[in-house]
């Protein structure tokens, strides 16, 4: 294996990988407004953009991996397919030894190592391959982001009833925080290997979580915790999802949710401006 080396270790742009998703998104605007000179890697054609170069590439057949890998100096890996994962790794490994870049950020999640869900396992197996190329790599673990939260309480609340998995807490996290770490791991020191995991500022009971999501947003469902079978709920319910010591996050569920309540708000109030505008009064 390389060594880590101190510092940036050259110059060309960052190729960014899933540039179009919730962490990608943040974190390509946060790479270049430290200063980067950032290349963004999506399936979907290129878009034209100022300040960042999009790329076509598709990292499960590798196709376009090499021309938008030519020239880069590192890669941060935050692209992720739920099954595909190990398979994208390698032939993005593949072409970065091809290209030329030796340096790799990957994205990865708390718990991989301890909790037996299909996707955990995977994402272990992409973090072994990686530490084990020839690339000088550096691992961020962290929890879930509060989007993932609301995302899955939008669907649990769909039923008259909020059912949640009792016993099992959840430590989620701004994606905005967690982009501001992989800045600092993209502009360090290369190939530290794995870095300390990163949780948000709270570990909140299911059940806990569930009522803040309905209180804000202003609905009444009873949340009902039961007890689900299996390994992968008996490591939940050890906490091997979550970091205390390592709480790193500074916003809180509660704050993500009202941040999210006022820029829906400000673009209700925008648009209907807009309209007021457009009908000529
Ligand atoms: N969500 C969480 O709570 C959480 C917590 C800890 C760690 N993570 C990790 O953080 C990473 C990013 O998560 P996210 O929630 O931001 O994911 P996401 O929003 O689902 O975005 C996935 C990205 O992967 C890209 N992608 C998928 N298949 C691809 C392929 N074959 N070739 C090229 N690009 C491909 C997509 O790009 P196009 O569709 O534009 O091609 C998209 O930008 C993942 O590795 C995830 O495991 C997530």
Redesign the pocket.
Same mark, same amino acid.
């Given at each position: 294996m390389i060594p880590p080396v101190e510092g940036d270790s050259g110059t060309g742009p960052v190729l960014v =990988?899933?540039?179009?998703? =919730? *962490?990608?998104g943040p974190l390509v605007g946060k790479l270049i407004a430290a200063g980067l000179e950032v290349r963004a *890697?999506?399936?979907?054609p290129a878009r034209r953009a100022a300040d960042v170069t999009w790329c076509t590439?598709? *990292? !499960?057949t590798g196709e376009g991996l090499d021309s938008a890998l030519s020239g880069v100096r590192r890669v941060v890996h935050?692209?992720?397919?739920q099954r595909?994962d190990p398979g994208?790794a390698k032939n993005l490994i593949d072409a970065m030894a091809r290209s030329g870049p030796l340096d790799l950020v990957y994205?990865?999640?708390v718990g991989v190592d301890r909790i037996p869900i299909g996707y955990y396992e995977l !994402?272990l197996e992409t973090e072994r391959l990686i530490t084990s190329s020839d690339r000088r790599s550096t691992i961020l673990r962290?929890?879930?982001?509060h989007? *993932?939260m609301v995302r899955g309480c939008k669907a649990l609340s769909s039923l008259p009833v909020f059912l949640v998995p009792s016993g099992v807490s959840f430590q989620p996290i701004d994606v905005g925080e967690v982009a501001d770490r992989l800045v600092e791991l993209t502009t360090g020191e290369a190939g530290k290997g794995r870095v300390d995991d990163m949780g948000g500022p709270e570990v909140r009971s299911s059940a806990d979580l569930a009522r803040a999501y309905l209180s804000h947003c202003g609905r009444r469902r009873p949340v009902v915790g039961i007890r689900l079978p299996g390994r992968a709920f008996s490591a939940l319910r050890n906490g091997f999802n979550c970091v205390p010591g390592n709480a790193r996050g500074r916003k809180t569920f509660d704050e993500f949710l009202r941040e999210q309540s006022e820029q829906s708000e400000q673009s209700e109030q925008s648009e209907q401006s807009g309209q007021f505008r457009r009908s000529g009064s």
């Open positions: =990988t899933g540039a179009s998703g =919730t *962490l990608g *890697l999506s399936r979907r590439g598709d *990292l !499960k935050c692209a992720s397919s595909g994208a994205i990865s999640i !994402k962290t929890t879930q982001f989007n *993932l």
